[in-house]
Structure formats: structure tokens, C-alpha cells
């Protein structure tokens, strides 16, 4: 595993419903096969994108925000630029319980809010696929 491995491994073992933020419908994308993918290894995967609110992806209505998913989650994956992120911190915040995590997709960085989320308890793993260290955790565990 990574330098960080042991930070993700417990973090996946942990995980069991995931939320994406800007989940995607192309599958060329990664925020389509990076769910898809976590969705057919038996997460629960709840997809979050105003753009396609009420559309299906990985087996769950597309909620238009994080505010609207109804249910705890463990882990917020997200495919957001950069510079959005400050304006999803109120809403992650938000999340009644707090997620145990969020993981900033690789390229995705802003030191600001993942302090923010630290100083809240909220674990953060940044410059990592979601996907990728999944697989390295299954394949440790085998």
C-alpha cells in the first residue's frame, strides 16, 4: 500500500455507503467507473449531481446535493475542481451524522478545506484514487 496505507485501509473497512459528489453518467469518465466500480464490490454507492437529479446511477436516484441523500454515509468521494470546494464545506459539514472520511480524487487539492474538515473529525485522503487502493486493500486481504 501507500505511505498512507494504513489511514485507508482502515478507512475502507470502515466504509460501507459511499456518496459521490459530481457523479458522472459517461462511463469514460471517472466519476462514473471510480462509483461503478466500488458499486460492484458491494458499497453503497449514492450519487450526487444537480445536473442529473433524478436520473439512476449505480442502483440510486442522483440527488441534486449532499442535502438531500436522507441517510448517513460513510465516505464522500469527490469529483469536484478544486476551486468548488469551499462551497461544498457548509453541506459536508452539514451531514447529520458526519461522514468518517472524505477522499479528495486524485489532482483535487485545497489545503483550507481539508483542514476544515480535520479540525470537524472528518479523516481526509488526498492524492489517491479511490478505485486503485481499493483494489491494492482487496488484494491485501486475500
Given amino acids: 500500500m501507500t505511505d498512507d496505507g494504513a489511514q485507508i485501509a482502515r478507512i475502507l473497512a470502515a466504509t460501507r455507503c459511499i456518496a459521490v459528489l459530481g457523479a458522472h453518467p459517461d462511463p469514460s469518465r471517472a ?23 433524478g436520473r439512476e446511477l449505480f442502483g440510486a436516484p442522483v440527488r441534486g446535493s449532499l442535502a438531500e441523500l436522507g441517510e448517513p454515509v460513510d465516505l464522500v468521494n469527490v469529483f469536484r475542481r478544486s476551486e468548488a470546494l469551499p462551497g461544498h464545506l457548509p453541506e459536508i459539514l452539514a451531514l447529520a451524522p458526519r461522514p468518517g472520511a472524505v477522499w479528495l480524487q486524485l489532482g483535487i487539492r485545497d489545503d483550507a478545506f481539508s483542514a476544515a474538515l480535520r479540525a470537524a473529525g472528518i479523516e481526509v485522503v488526498e492524492g489517491h484514487c479511490l478505485m486503485v487502493e481499493h483494489q491494492r486493500f482487496a488484494a491485501a486481504q486475500r
Fill in 31 to 53: 466519476a462514473f467507473y471510480v462509483p461503478e466500480h466500488m458499486h460492484a464490490h458491494g458499497y453503497r454507492v449514492l450519487p450526487v449531481n444537480p445536473a442529473y437529479a
